[in-house]
């Protein structure tokens, strides 16, 4: 369904528990929600508690979710002081969270003097947060990010598609499975080399074969999303690869380090980025646990959780990966409705 103008959705960056959050007016009118839902923010005339309701729910009824600028705010606090802040409301606060309830709830649209004495941001502290639509890569605190739903046009190039795999996935395997089965409509960037070229390799095919001093300039330049070394020769991928297969309007897939996400990150790009983990049965996991205590497997956990933590927000979605067939066939799935369907986007991408 299309979205109606001057609607405001918000992708959650973080997990919101009413009942866990000690400065919220009314825990019961609270809106829980996970990272990675999204919100559509039915008010914002209030500086610090919003009303949203989540989309797909079939509630009908807004909730209170803290405003970006407070929730920034708090983790600006708890940054500073190593926990959580525990913002007592002022004395005359004391009858607020059932006025709140009778009142302010069932008539959306209003906003509550008091609160906004209690919890109003000072102007100082306003300039100092990050603004709405700013990367939340870049953004030093995840509250949320404003999106909109995007949908490619047959004129438009296709989107980049980015794999993030932690350890096992082997998501490089996986690309290049999908690609080989539809090289017409798939693709994977070139990368660069400095190691010499084999008797049965083209370049600009396998790889860009480039001298070091060309390679090292190249990396100074800023050229390249990622590179690194192997046996002693360089290897990279260039932005300008990626660009010359969005050219021949095929669907770039590249699978990377998550750390080069916040480059790949833009408008141009439009990168839908699939996290590919190993699943692990949890008796394997326990069995493991119990005779090799931190070996692969729990290593395997370990490198999932921290990219989870470190850079879910920037995910759309996670791909358990079973076996390679289902995986495989599960990734062409996600790529095909891709091409048909919209997504929720950064609005700064449409803008
Ligand atoms: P080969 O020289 O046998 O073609 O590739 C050897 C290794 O180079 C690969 O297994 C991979 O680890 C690394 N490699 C290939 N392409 C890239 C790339 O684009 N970036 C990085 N960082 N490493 C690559």
């Given at each position: 369904?299309?979205?109606?103008?001057n609607?405001v959705?918000?992708?959650?960056l973080?997990?919101?528990?009413?009942?866990?959050?000690?400065?919220?007016?009314?825990q019961?009118a609270?809106?829980?929600f996970k990272?990675?839902?999204?919100?559509?923010?039915?008010?914002?005339?209030?500086?610090?508690?919003w009303?949203?309701?989540?989309?797909?729910?079939?509630?009908?009824?807004?909730?209170l979710?803290?405003s970006k600028?407070?929730q920034?705010?708090?983790?600006?606090y708890?940054?500073?002081?190593g926990?959580?802040p525990?913002?007592?409301?002022p004395k005359?606060?004391?009858?607020?969270?059932l006025?709140f309830?009778?009142?302010?709830?069932?008539?959306?649209?209003?906003?509550?003097?008091g609160?906004r004495?209690?919890?109003?941001l000072?102007?100082?502290?306003?300039?100092g947060?990050?603004g709405?639509?700013?990367?939340?890569?870049?953004?030093?605190?995840l509250?949320?990010?404003e999106?909109?739903r995007y949908?490619q046009?047959?004129?438009?190039?296709?989107?980049?598609v980015?794999?993030i795999?932690?350890?096992g996935?082997?998501?490089?395997e996986?690309?290049?499975?999908v690609?080989?089965?539809?090289p017409?409509?798939?693709?994977?960037a070139v990368?660069h080399?400095?190691?010499?070229?084999?008797?049965?390799e083209?370049d600009?095919?396998e790889?860009?074969f480039?001298?070091?001093?060309?390679?090292?300039?190249?990396?100074?330049?800023?050229?390249f999303i990622?590179h690194?070394?192997y046996?002693?020769?360089?290897?990279?991928?260039?932005?300008?690869a990626i660009?010359?297969?969005q050219?021949?309007?095929?669907?770039?897939?590249?699978?990377?380090?998550?750390?080069?996400?916040?480059?790949l990150r833009?408008?141009e790009?439009?990168?839908?980025?699939i996290?590919?983990k190993?699943?692990?049965?949890?008796?394997r996991?326990r069995?493991s646990a119990?005779?090799?205590?931190?070996g692969?497997?729990?290593?395997?956990?370990?490198?999932?959780?921290?990219?989870?933590?470190?850079?879910?927000h920037?995910v759309?979605?996670?791909?358990?990966?079973?076996d390679?067939?289902s995986?495989c066939?599960?990734?062409r799935?996600?790529?095909?409705?891709?091409?048909?369907?919209?997504f929720?986007?950064?609005?700064?991408?449409?803008?």
């Open positions: 369904t299309p979205l109606k103008n609607q959705y918000m992708r959650a973080f997990d919101y528990i009413p009942l866990e959050d000690k400065a919220t007016p009314c019961e609270g809106l829980p990272r990675g839902d999204i919100l559509q923010v039915v008010t914002q005339d209030d500086p610090t508690w009303q949203a309701k989540r989309v797909g729910d079939s509630n009908l009824r807004a909730g979710i803290p600028q407070f920034e705010r708090r983790l600006a708890r940054m500073k002081m926990t959580l525990n913002p007592k409301s005359k606060s004391l009858c607020k969270p006025v309830c009778f009142f302010f709830l069932p008539i959306c649209g209003l906003t509550v003097a609160l004495r209690s919890f109003r000072s102007r100082k502290d306003r300039q947060s990050s709405e639509g700013s990367d939340p890569g870049e953004s030093e605190f509250t949320y990010e999106v909109t949908q046009r047959p004129n438009e190039r296709p989107r980049l980015v794999l795999g932690s350890l996935a082997r998501i490089n996986l690309k290049q499975r690609i080989a089965e539809n017409h409509r798939y693709a994977v990368p080399t400095t190691r010499p070229k084999k008797p049965h083209k600009g095919v790889y860009h480039v001298t070091k001093q060309q390679f090292d300039a190249d990396v100074l330049n800023n050229k990622e690194g070394e046996k002693e020769n360089q290897y990279g991928t260039s932005i300008e660009r010359s297969v050219a021949k309007n095929k669907m770039c897939i590249v699978d990377v380090q998550p750390e080069a996400l916040k480059r833009t408008s790009f439009k990168p839908y980025v996290f590919v190993p699943r692990v049965p949890e008796s996991r069995r119990a005779t090799s205590p931190g692969d497997l729990q290593e395997m956990r370990q490198s999932a959780i921290q990219i989870d933590q470190q850079y879910g920037l759309d979605r996670v791909l358990i990966k079973e390679s067939a995986a066939a599960e990734l799935g996600i790529l095909e409705r891709l091409e048909r369907e919209s929720w986007v950064p609005i700064s991408w449409v803008r």
